[in-house]
């Protein structure tokens, strides 16, 4: 009889991914399997995806990153995307959510998931939008629930590994937040989706009410349910209000509902969020939910820096990594302001990999810290090569270094020349070890 | 009778360039008069700076940010500094240090002190150092005592509104380091010239022997002592060492003398720190020296990102400014690789910037969580000039916009086009307000 990953953990089997995911991980099978059976860690593999590198998730792992690419009604080129899904894989991604909007969204989705060995997430709700939009010139509130399950089969099909659902949007959540107020509503693409479609045809969110569904659907694909953040503030004012909080308590219950399946679930999360309430928001997810992984988008920990938003995502990233947070998702610099380039998917790429290392540092993630002091003890012996060996851009380093046209005699670099601390120090001892 | 401006604050009155400086934050000169008396704020304006605007650095002020620009040996040219101090003002820069140790270093800071009206900082140990090394063909280690101190006042005597002065380096603390063993030891440059000096000289740090000759030439200059971290850690593994532990236990000791004779100080503080150990870095140092305000380098959260330290540093800062760090100086993109260029110099401005901002909004200074709820407004309106208006930089938000010739007809940008979330709740309101 099939049964999933969870069900396996549960019984105590050891998995062939398990194995694999451990063995990239470099830790003990048997604890990886724990965790997967307690439900804070998930293994994301859709049984479809053959290809692909089984991806582990959650607690006391090295925090992962997500890079979002994807076309868009404006921008429908699939070279451009694929180009995107190779420069991210190099750069070092560990999985690529496409959010296709724009273009023959099922061919590009297929080309992606071909195009790499990385772990591939999806959000669903965007192909039955898409094909009563593109396809039929209905409005999205159009779709029927048929639609909206057979865009949730369709890319279960295809091998996506992590879907995410927006299961906990919901009209009561709606209310609430009418009721309270917010500076920005819904800025979740498909949150917005799922509002008007409830407020056009005076019903629920389909996704919640027929749930069952949803899970017998997932199950013989062993795909993992992210459950979306519908509600997840789009700007500092909205943070942490009663929308959001709401939803979270609604995930958590939908999250033991699909444990009870034997379906993994990780959780989304915000956002934009004030740096002093990223840690309240970490520890709120993992008690509401009991520990399910946690992947958050950013957080922005300021609105007003569209640009640099690479930047103010990998600041509240680090923080919610060291929190607990589990997966980052990148944000690019172009966020707020177009379909991010082919460039701009390696930058994005580099900022969230510094924050999820950085927050491996204070997890105390094994090998984590000992990069930092290989680059220290080259650093220390002016090695270059050896520095360029451990950073997490080889070739912008060597970049940078050889455009500054330095003396190589000297060892240093421009910054501080012959009077480098290091060279100071070092020909002091050479002196003192020489008398 | 010549008083400081502590001494004026002490004795009530509110001075001219404290109502300057308060109307520039925005605040009642009589709270800034008593921060300035309390030593939890200074003033920084050295009497001979006449061009310059008064800059309150302290608690409960607005977070500023320096950036550092100067020569040198390898790079001399007057020209790119000149440039780089222009675009770091044009960038929203509070201050710049201008750190030359290369050419026609006196001619090169009297052209930057000119160039703005921004704060001037300096170290005025580099003075002596390249006056030994440069000018006489001597080492580092044949400088005298009056060699260090006329350094001092050739700087002061120039308009230097706050200068570095590493007086907590002391032999006793260089013992302790080696007692308990360091990955990089020294990485200050004026930290390792003054221990190279202590120890080839067989004789204590003048600048901590001579203290009371210190403070008696800065006096009637009224420029800010800021008391420099010669054992700043420079790589995590270093970080809140007892070398680091006991020269800021030295440097509150020393503030306290300062202090005590009418002269102003603040604190210089780390440098690279693991994300979890900045807030205590922050809460020790303001235990231990009194309240007096706390200017930060980074702290850099990893060591591996050569070519994104202004991330890493973005990252530190922000949890420093928020814990409750006063001033943050930028790191560039080319730290630990080059001097930086002038793109670097923009870049490091703005990424300081941010995270300034974002820990303005932790601290609730007033007008920091305004620009972003302003910003939140335009967006969702889809006002891009609104945006553009609001945004750390205005510039290149645009042209990153323009850059992708997005169709203006709907409004949105390129990363959804037609199904953005803002679009698509404004046109349900829109048809709910028409009904």
């Not at 694999?20 to 049984?47: F, H, M, S, Y």
Request: hydrophobic share 40%; proline share 4%; net charge negative.
């Amino acid at each position: 009889m099939f049964m999933t990953q969870l069900e396996m953990a549960r019984q105590g089997q050891i998995s062939d991914l398990v194995r694999e995911a451990a063995a990239a991980e470099n830790i003990d099978p048997e604890i990886l399997r724990q965790k997967i059976a307690a439900g804070t860690a998930v293994i994301c593999r859709n049984n479809k995806h053959l290809n692909a590198r089984p991806l582990a998730v959650g607690e006391g792992l090295r925090t992962k990153t997500n890079a979002n690419i994807g076309t868009s009604g404006d921008d429908t080129s699939i070279d451009k995307e694929l180009e995107k899904a190779k420069v991210a894989a190099a750069a070092g991604a560990d999985a690529l959510m496409d959010l296709s909007t724009g273009g023959p969204i099922d061919d590009i989705r297929a080309a992606i998931i071909a195009e790499t060995d990385l772990c591939i997430g999806s959000v669903p709700l965007y192909q039955a939008a898409c094909d009563a939009v593109l396809r039929q010139g209905k409005p999205i509130v159009d779709m029927t629930v048929d639609d909206i399950f057979d865009g949730v089969k369709k890319h279960l099909d295809d091998g996506v590994d992590f879907i995410t659902v927006h299961c906990g949007v919901i009209r009561d959540t709606v209310a609430r937040m009418e009721r309270e107020g917010r500076l920005l509503e819904v800025v979740s693409r498909g949150g917005s989706f799922t509002v008007e479609w409830m407020l056009h045809n005076n019903a629920e969110n389909p996704l919640f009410e027929f749930y069952d569904r949803l899970l017998e659907l997932v199950r013989p694909y062993d795909a993992v349910l992210s459950l979306g953040d519908g509600f997840r503030p789009g700007c500092l004012a909205d943070a942490t209000d009663r929308a959001q909080v709401q939803e979270l308590i609604i995930l958590g219950e939908l999250t033991q509902r699909a444990q009870e399946a034997g379906i993994q679930v990780m959780i989304e999360g915000p956002g934009h969020v004030p740096l002093d309430q990223i840690e309240a928001n970490i520890k709120l997810q993992k008690r509401l939910c009991h520990g399910a992984p946690f992947y958050v988008l950013g957080p922005l920990v300021t609105d007003i820096a569209p640009g640099y938003d690479h930047i103010t995502a990998a600041i509240g990233g680090t923080v919610a990594g060291a929190a607990g947070a589990d997966f980052l998702c990148y944000v690019t610099p172009s966020e707020h302001l177009r379909l991010p380039t082919v460039e701009d998917v390696h930058e994005g790429v580099m900022a969230v990999r510094i924050a999820a290392h950085a927050a491996d540092i204070v997890k105390k993630i094994p090998g984590a810290i000992e990069k930092d002091n290989a680059m220290a003890r080259f650093r220390k012996n002016l090695d270059w090569e050896g520095q360029f060996s451990v950073a997490i851009d080889p070739a912008k380093a060597r970049r940078i270094r050889k455009e500054s046209g330095v003396d190589e005699s000297h060892g240093a670099c421009t910054m501080c020349g012959a009077l480098c601390a290091y060279k100071v120090m070092n020909e002091r001892k050479r002196e003192k070890a020489a008398s």
